[in-house]
């Protein structure tokens, strides 16, 4: 009898060891982190690989400079803004170049990657603030637009020698969809990979909870004395993206001129909107769709969002003095918990 219970004993205690490792709520989490594209990374994941993927997460941002940065005189977009001549380019870019073509039509030119003379020329790119004459401006904007560009069999053709591509404001969201699609190859199947602020979490955090994202908008000194607005929102396989004008912007005359440029009037978008965020199945269009609501304005924005049920929004917005105003599609109240 003894000797039975013993037997059962052990093979119960050997049967859930072999079980035990196909928990995955047994592999703990870790965080790695860094930066990249002149700003930060961080990623938490369950660790059911049992490596620190730093040095692949590294190798995969480096490619991406290498095709997407404007500060690499080296990389692909680098040639292409100096090249008068076809440029023949990657897989990679030839897919963001699909997706940005996509999202320019969607917003009616509100996001435009010709951008790149104007962001120079206000300022916003490698050079110093600078104040372009109107003059200029019109002479720029003769070499801004997407239908000027043309990708035929992955060869792109300028019309101008002079027009220059800007990613910036999608490049961070392809980035956290590429690295996801990394770790989704690998089966991990709960992270949080943000890029710059740009982020996308999968599965849930290491309490088992969906992942709590702080979507915080610092509102510069100058017109709302330094007010914070915060809520904590939770969301599972999404992404989220904010794009604001409280961080890269200058102050002369009396005037604010930030980084988000209207491409129709080839000045920084003026308007009443203080920080678009969006969320949405995946952050490439999270990112683009975010930049182009800031050059829309408020009410454009609002009707751009609500003709898209996929996206979740929350706009923040001057009003007259120091006083804000905030706006919440009902998909994203529902994400709201703070
Ligand atoms: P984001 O922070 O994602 O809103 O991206 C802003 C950056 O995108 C700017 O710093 C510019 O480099 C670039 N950019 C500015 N205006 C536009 C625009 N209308 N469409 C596309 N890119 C833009
Ligand atoms: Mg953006």
């Known amino acids: 009898m003894k000797t039975s219970f013993l037997n059962l004993f052990f093979i119960l205690t050997a049967t859930l060891l072999r079980l035990m490792p196909a928990y995955s709520g047994e592999a703990e989490y870790i965080k790695i982190s860094g930066f990249t594209q002149g700003t930060t990374y961080h990623i938490t994941y369950q660790n059911t690989v049992h490596r620190s993927l730093q040095q692949e997460v590294e190798q995969r941002l480096q490619l991406i400079d290498q095709i997407f940065s404007t500060y690499n005189p080296q990389s692909l977009v680098s040639r292409i803004n100096n090249s008068a001549v076809p440029v023949t380019i990657v897989p990679m ?7 940005c073509f ?3 039509h969607e917003t009616q030119g509100a996001f435009d990657i010709t951008v ?3 962001v120079e020329a206000w300022g916003f790119g490698k050079s110093q603030q600078t104040q372009p004459l109107a003059r200029q401006v019109d002479s720029l904007l003769k070499i801004v637009g997407m239908e000027k560009i043309h990708l035929k069999k992955r060869v792109l053709t300028k019309a101008d020698s002079r027009i220059k591509l800007d990613f910036n404001a999608i490049a961070q969201g392809y980035t956290v969809d590429f690295l996801s699609q990394y770790f989704d190859s690998l089966g991990i199947t709960n992270y949080l ?3 710059g602020g740009e982020l996308y979490a999968k599965g849930v955090n290491a309490s088992g909870q969906p992942w709590r994202i702080g979507v915080e908008a610092p509102v510069d000194n100058n017109q709302l004395q330094g007010e914070q607005i915060q809520k904590i929102i939770v ?3 999404k992404a989220v993206s904010t794009s604001g004008n409280y961080r890269r912007f200058y102050v002369r005359d009396g005037v604010k001129y930030a980084h988000t440029i209207n491409p129709h009037t080839g000045y920084p978008a003026r308007n009443t909107l203080l ?3 969006i969320v949405a199945p995946n952050c490439t269009d999270a990112d683009a769709y975010a930049t182009a609501c800031m050059v829309m304005g408020l009410e454009k924005a609002i009707q751009f969002v609500k003709s898209k049920p996929q996206l979740a929004a929350y706009f923040i917005f001057g009003k007259l003095g120091n006083e804000y105003g905030e706006y919440t599609t009902d998909n994203f109240k529902k994400l ?3």
């Open 116 to 118: 790149g003379p104007l």
């Open 93 to 99: 870019m030839e897919q963001l170049l699909k997706k």
């Open 275 to 277: 920080s678009v965020t």
């Open 235 to 237: 969301v599972t396989n």
């Open 102 to 104: 996509e999202v320019n």
């Open 193 to 195: 990979i943000e890029v």
């Open 336 to 338: 709201i918990v703070e």
